[in-house]
């Protein structure tokens, strides 16, 4: 059973920066693309960033240069470094498999606030 657990969050203030980890568990993790998702309060589920096995990445256009994705898969872990935090990234941010229709961790909280 794959499992993920996120932390990094906290509250931050607007042009700050913070770095999310996430590690999976339960699974060959790094032959599959993962991705970093949010949820503001109100809000669907929005995909943020994503990387492939090999290491190539895609972005959201609202966190490209800002938002950084990679990955350690030695560790089973991937990274969000972000950067440049605007109040409207304020969400609850989570990672998954890329398409897989897996379980969602607790997340971690992001608030960007002064």
């Known amino acids: 059973q794959v499992q993920f657990v996120e932390s990094g969050g906290g509250l931050v203030q607007p042009g700050g920066s913070l770095r999310l980890s996430c590690a999976a568990s339960g699974s060959i993790f790094s032959i599959y693309t993962m991705g970093w998702y949010r949820q503001a309060p109100g809000k669907q589920r929005e995909l943020v960033a994503a990387?492939?096995?090999?290491?190539?990445?895609n972005y959201a256009d609202s966190m490209k240069g800002r938002f950084t994705i990679s990955r350690d898969n030695a560790k089973n872990t991937v990274y969000l470094q972000m950067s440049s935090l605007k109040p409207e990234d304020t969400a609850v941010y989570y990672c998954?498999?890329?398409?897989?229709?897996?379980?969602w961790g607790q997340g971690t909280q992001v608030t960007v606030s002064s």
């Open positions: 990387i492939t096995s090999g290491g190539i990445t």
């Open positions: 998954n498999r890329v398409g897989s229709g897996l379980a």
